[in-house]
Nanobody
């Protein structure tokens, strides 16, 4: 199982980014997918989750209404669309499924 994230970067407050996570090594369409984030020195926190078929999603209260998780099972890819970004969204964002983690992608929100 391998998960590879991309799409992070530096963005100004109020801006947007879309993260992608490409999965391989398992039948992607059978498993739920998660996005976590971690600030250095703090615990990793769940940001968003999506069911295997994409019909069910859940979000941390801190990102509700600003972030959207989605997936394309034909492309083995899960996305995290992040809008109205705030400095407190700065973190390393990780894709996760079945106990496996990607390498993470850094998101920095700063003016």
């Amino acid at each position: 199982v391998q998960l590879v994230e991309s799409g992070g970067g530096l963005v100004q407050p109020g801006g947007s980014l879309r993260l992608s996570c490409v999965a391989s090594g398992f039948t992607f369409s059978r498993y739920g997918m998660n996005w976590f984030r971690q600030v250095h020195g703090k615990e990793r926190e769940l940001v968003a989750a999506i069911s295997s078929a994409g019909r069910s999603t859940n979000y941390a209260d801190s990102v509700k209404g600003r972030f959207t998780i989605s997936r394309d099972n034909a492309k083995n890819t899960v996305y995290l669309q992040m809008n109205s970004l705030k400095p407190e969204d700065t973190a390393v964002y990780y894709c996760n499924s079945q106990g496996v983690w990607g390498q993470g992608t850094q998101v920095t929100v700063s003016s």
